[in-house]
């Protein structure tokens, strides 16, 4: 089977359904194809229904403060399904030494923004709190190269403060390691500051300081569908017109053609397109495009993953002996341990479990220590009764057990990442109708991912108009 279409969108997750949803604007319904290698469209984002619970495998929520995500939801009609996470109970836990401690109020943009809860936090010592706080006398730094993330913490704030405070967030957010994490590529604006004021700590001390006094609506937090983020695919998927949609269908070689290309398929079908849109994770596309051009290809390969899981449990409340009073907790890695983080999740979105349930999510598995998202389910099993009995005092087994697999699930923007970027824009200037995006390069929360879809579609669209105009 052949298909021409003018564009070709490779891949179904959030960033490839934004792009093509985008593309509907522009082109007529025969003239775009989005190409999904597996039986179902999400990619990353998969959320299942049983028995009054939501569980969400890979993500579970987005950052309403970053328009993309929200405004996605209003153009597809769902904006008003839109939930925050439950207000009342928004505090954190770090683990240290197998006790949770409160993570001080004001961690704004990674690091601390406030003086009086850094000053009082049982998570670090006297020195430490001390040190954390001296970050306005500490000289700016001179040089204009990249800087891993632990060294500008380190550097600032102190080795405790990031061993206790910074690390087991960043391990949150990218299961990553902050001694490879590039500054410039995940939180610049940290380093803007801190080029700009000599200091990142003073700058968000006055602007607490001018804002005092003047109320104004909290800033938005994290947010989700309320019946979990498959209800954004599930719109996407409903404005997309079925024939424009092919599922199973992995692109196995990607052919130049003297105006385009053609995208030839594992089962043998082809596609023949003007611009091709691909979202596959980098590691993916780069086997796609090193026969065409192998320092892009060899590039592509150079961009790091992270393989984790995720463990969603379930039990009546009458089986949790201690209250759960926050929205879940991170345990740093020096803590050691297989668990990264806990997400309470009955806690953070109430709606999402039966009246007397409750839900928890593990998430297991970092940079330097993947394993645990390779164990086998019983071993897995093991580790979690573990922490359930020693975090939380429950020794019943759970009703539900969920365990999801992320092998390379999770980029990782290495020291040098925006220069990778950069080599990678001007390889592709030479394979016109040739645009990547998607988590592998300018941000992998799903706002980011969308706003990287649609740019991509605009881009593709402004190559196709160039072709035709020709
Ligand atoms: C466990 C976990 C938790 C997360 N939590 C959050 C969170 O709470 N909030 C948040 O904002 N972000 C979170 N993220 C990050 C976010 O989910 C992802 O970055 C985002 O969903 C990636 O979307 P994508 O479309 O770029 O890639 P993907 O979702 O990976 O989609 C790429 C698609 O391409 C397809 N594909 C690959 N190769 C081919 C081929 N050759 N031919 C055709 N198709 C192909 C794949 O099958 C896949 O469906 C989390 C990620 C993980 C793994």
Redesign the pocket.
Known sequence: MKATVRVAV???????LAAAHRLTTTLRSDDLLL????GRL????TTERTSGYVIEG??????GIKPAGIELCRRLGIADRIRGTNPQLRRSFVKRAGQLHELPDGLTGLVPSRIGPLMTTGILSRYGRLRAACEPLVPRRTAQTDEAIASFVIRRFGREAYDWLVEPLLSGIFAGDGAALSLGATFPQLAATERLHGSVLLPMLRARFRKNGTSGPPPLGFVTPETGLAELVEALERVLPGPQVWRG????ELIRLPHGWRLALEDGRTVDTLAVVM???AF?TAE?VAPLDPTLGETLAGIPFVS?A?VSVAFPRSAVPQPLNGSGYVSPRMEGGSVVACTWTSNKFPARVPADGVLLRF?LGRAGSEGPAFATDDEIQDMIRAELAAVHGITAEPDLWKVYR?PR??PQYTVGHLDRLALIDRRLAALPGLVLA??SYGG????D?IKSGWSAADAAAAHVETLVAA
């Open positions: 490779v891949g179904g997750g959030i960033t490839g190409l999904e290698a597996d999400g990619g990353k984002i890979g993500p579970d929520c987005f950052l269908a992995r692109v196995a979202t596959a994770p993916a796609l984790t995720t998430f992320w699930g999770l998607g988590a992998v929360g799903i706002p991912c």
